[in-house]
């Protein structure tokens, strides 16, 4: 269909922009070495032969503020998968297996950046939103094990999106949910409770974690309510009221 031949087109650019950022991280993490060594030696400037070049800070404040712009380029692809998934449906289940095969794997390598494993994570919770079980009956139960591997993850964008996934994972899982019944609440459980070492600037932004775990819970008692210990879990649900921090699941569960 012509819908592939655009995605793949567009898959090409994700590769281009994705190799310049892993460039520029390379340059990162050397420029971040250099800089370290000419302290050591008391140099103020990575290249002290050059009077043009900037200070340390501003050759890699340079740098991180290049990886920033091409990581939202990124990002702004999931839009496209999340819209290209729910307007196409089967027609778009080749380029799933694309990156099922080429694109996954490696977000969620164990050597993954925080920020890859964030991609994989969209591309999983649209997946799991617009696809639907029906679609992806083959790998559902792996997409259960990834979401649950992150949903109490100490970076909170990762445990945000691990959280919202859950809640839509709940909500379109048709088919056999006492099968992930237990997990999937023992795991929604550990994500509405702050780490005991989150620092206070991120406090506010774990809010939104919590928030989408609250919701998650609301999810599965609404679409599961006769699958699980309900009186348990709406007692659960109800200690983690209201909503404060995401609005658009307040409109949901408040």
């Known amino acids: 269909p012509e819908i592939n031949d655009l995605t793949y087109k567009l898959l090409g650019v994700f590769d281009r922009v994705e190799k310049a950022r ?14 370290e060594e000419g302290k050591k030696r008391g140099d103020n400037k990575i290249y002290s032969d050059d009077e043009d070049d900037g200070s340390d800070e501003e050759i890699l ?12 380029v990124q990002t702004s692809f999931n839009d496209f998968f999340g819209t290209l998934f729910n307007t196409h449906k089967e027609l778009t289940l080749e380029v799933v297996d694309k990156l099922l095969k080429e694109y996954l794997p490696k977000y969620f390598d164990a050597k993954a950046s925080n920020f890859e494993k964030k991609l994989g994570l969209f591309i999983i919770d649209d997946m799991a939103e617009y696809l639907e079980q029906k679609l992806l009956n083959n790998i559902w139960t792996d997409i259960a094990k990834i979401l649950i591997t992150y949903v109490d993850h100490s970076d909170y964008e990762l445990r945000n999106s691990a959280c919202f996934g859950i809640g839509v994972f709940a909500q379109h899982t048709t088919n056999d949910f006492g099968f992930y019944a237990n997990d ?13 070492d989150v620092p206070k600037s991120e406090k506010d932004d774990m809010k939104f ?13 609404k679409y599961h309510g006769k699958e699980i210990e309900l ?20 409109k949901i569960m408040n």
């Open 22 to 35: 892993l460039s520029l991280m390379k340059q990162k993490d050397e420029t971040e070495k250099e800089v």
């Open 61 to 72: 404040d340079d740098i991180k503020d290049q990886i920033e712009e091409l990581e939202e």
């Open 184 to 196: 999937l609440l023992n795991a929604l459980t550990k994500g509405m409770v702050f780490p005991e």
């Open 209 to 221: 974690a919590k928030d989408n775990a609250v919701s998650a819970l609301g999810k599965i008692i």
């Open 231 to 250: 009186n348990k879990w709406i007692g659960v649900w109800l200690k983690g009221l209201p909503i404060e921090r995401d609005s658009e699941e307040g």
